[in-house]
């Protein structure tokens, strides 16, 4: 096939292509040699002698400004000998309506006068950039109005983009290489989230098209954060990763929070046992939220919490931890606590019952900040601790007391003595009592220490059933026993109590013969106001009683000082 034939093959197939196509010549008009049909439509004219002879110089086409800049650039890429450039110019169409045109060219070094070209219309071309760049710079904008910042992660070399805001934040400079490891490396990343964080960054290098994570940070003044990430992928016409558009956000509050409120949970399920009830309140609304009970619901006796605790305080609390109970469960002292940072407490107080029995109850609170508000919530768990209280109670006793006689033991009598002697409001009298059997180490040597051991016994459940719920009653040791009488009369009104304890210790025993005692008395705060100084002056009263003939009791009289000597 000719030349000819050729050129003219080729002109036919270019005719139909949907692009411009032209030939022209590198003169100072830009003159067209040759232009297709889609080259005419473009420019808004028909392939008729009118159009051929409007496209015979590309100068006529566009706008003259832009003119003298396309010429320029056109024979520079010539002049540096490029083979193929792409410029872009205004247009006009045909109507005078001007547009934006892009022009590939090629040139060829054997026919250094001409080019050859590809022309197309820029304008929806421009108009999508401009769409894309508006949408970038508004979400930019977005995203400084918020919270979050934006990051850009190029996956092919690992480098992360990071805001100024950020940089300043984390301590970092705004661009990153070797991420994720160059940061864990660094040790920005709490050891419990490396694992996440490395896996956010992984997903993206694998193609993964979105992903998210929240992990803990360290800032730059060396405090930890939680940071809640998502990405989205962009990939290239090959389907190959390019970039990931990651949006971090602090939400450190939010997820101590969560945190808080899942280990509340936590701590509420794992106490079953005995409990009583489980409540929720919104102390900021003083309103009533949920609960979990096997017991009447808390919110039968009242609207609000306020309304709740004053009728529970009136009706179901014991009287005497009623104002206790009132202040513990104040509204505006727990918000002020809540305030000081004191979100945890404990309170054990009596309730009765509906038999109207008094039990004990724990109350163990929480104070937390609403998930999604700013309002600070009580979570209220509630146990009858009535067998644990039995069972310390049976401890201490066993503690306190003479495992023998029952009695209060030697220390602990002198102990709760000291604690009423203590009291600063009191202007009223006791009385000390020391008392020890008659002639004890003959019954114990002659009758046996099994007889000796009852008598002691018997002694002590006599004192017992004698005193008062405020006195108290002690061995001392051996056959020896204290007795402190709280809040006495005078020594002549209060004598024939004394009288009576003393006749209720002499006894017959059946086979063995009559066990007495003698008494020593003392008053506080006539004869001392110290334990020693009361023990020392009771001691010469006892000894006064045994030197008088025994089974009797003796009051302290200043003289027995003169005359006290060891009785045996």
Not at 351 to 367: H, V
Request: net charge negative; aromatic share 14%.
């Amino acid at each position: 096939m000719c030349t000819e034939n050729h050129d003219k093959y080729f002109k036919k197939i270019f005719e139909f292509l949907p692009c411009g196509i032209f030939l022209m010549k590198l003169d100072d008009d830009l003159t067209l040699q040759y232009a297709n049909r889609y080259f005419y439509h473009l420019f808004g004219s028909g392939q008729d002698e009118e159009g051929e002879n409007r496209f015979r110089q590309l100068r006529l086409l566009v706008l003259p400004e832009d003119f003298v800049k396309l010429f320029g650039q056109i024979h520079d890429f010539v002049e540096r000998r490029q083979r193929s450039f792409d410029v872009m110019f205004r247009g006009l169409y045909g109507s005078g309506e001007i547009f934006w045109m892009t022009m590939r060219c090629l040139w060829l070094a054997e026919k250094p006068d001409s080019l050859i070209g590809v022309i197309s219309d820029a304008g929806e071309h421009r108009a999508t950039n401009e769409q894309l760049r508006v949408s970038l710079e508004e979400t930019r904008l977005a995203f400084q109005l918020t919270d979050k910042m934006m990051y850009t992660y190029y996956v092919e070399d690992r480098r992360l983009c990071l805001p100024q805001k950020a940089a300043d934040e984390f301590g970092l400079p705004t661009v990153i290489q070797d991420v994720p490891y160059s940061i864990v490396e660094e040790d920005l990343i709490a050891a419990e989230s490396r694992k996440a964080y490395i896996e956010f960054y992984e997903d993206m290098i694998k193609g993964k098209p979105n992903g998210q994570a929240t992990v803990r940070k360290r800032r730059k003044d060396g405090s930890f954060g939680w940071y809640s990430a998502k990405y989205s992928l962009i990939c290239n016409w090959e389907g190959k990763p390019q970039r990931g558009i990651i949006a971090c956000e602090d939400i450190s509050e939010q997820y101590e929070k969560e945190l808080a409120y899942q280990k509340w949970c936590q701590y509420f399920a794992s106490q079953k046992k005995n409990r009583i009830g489980c409540y929720e309140y919104n102390l900021t609304q003083n309103s009533f939220d949920e609960e979990s009970s096997s017991k009447p619901p808390l919110s039968r006796y009242g609207n609000s919490y306020t309304e709740t605790m004053t009728y529970i305080a009136e009706y179901l609390v014991a009287a005497e931890d009623r104002t206790m109970f009132n202040r513990f469960f104040d509204r505006e002292r727990l918000l002020q606590r809540y305030r000081e940072g004191q979100c945890h407490m404990r309170l054990e107080y009596r309730w009765i019952s509906d038999r109207g029995d008094k039990l004990w109850a724990r109350a163990t609170i929480q104070l937390l900040k609403e998930q999604f508000t700013s309002d600070v919530k009580l979570f209220i768990v509630i146990h009858d601790i009535t067998g644990e209280k039995k069972h310390e109670e049976e401890i201490r006793c066993r503690l306190e007391e003479d495992m023998l006689t029952g009695a209060l033991n030697r220390i602990t009598f002198h102990e709760k003595v000291r604690e009423v002697l203590r009291r600063d409001d009191f202007y009223g009298q006791h009385a000390l009592l020391i008392l020890d059997i008659d002639h004890f180490k003959g019954i114990n040597d002659s009758l046996g220490h099994q007889f000796g051991d009852q008598v002691l016994g018997d002694s002590a459940a006599i004192l017992k059933r004698e005193l008062r719920k405020d006195d108290l009653c002690g061995r001392i040791g051996g056959d020896e026993f204290m007795v402190f009488l709280n809040d006495v009369p005078s020594e002549k009104e209060l004598e024939p109590r004394i009288a009576q304890i003393c006749k209720s210790l002499t006894r017959c025993y059946e086979g063995y013969g009559t066990v007495s005692c003698s008494m020593g008395i003392t008053f506080y705060p006539k004869d001392g106001i110290w334990f020693e100084e009361l023990y020392q002056k009771a001691d010469l009263a006892l000894y006064e009683a045994k030197h008088s003939g025994r089974s009797c009791y003796k009051f302290y009289r200043m003289p027995f000082e003169q005359n006290s000597q060891n009785v045996c």
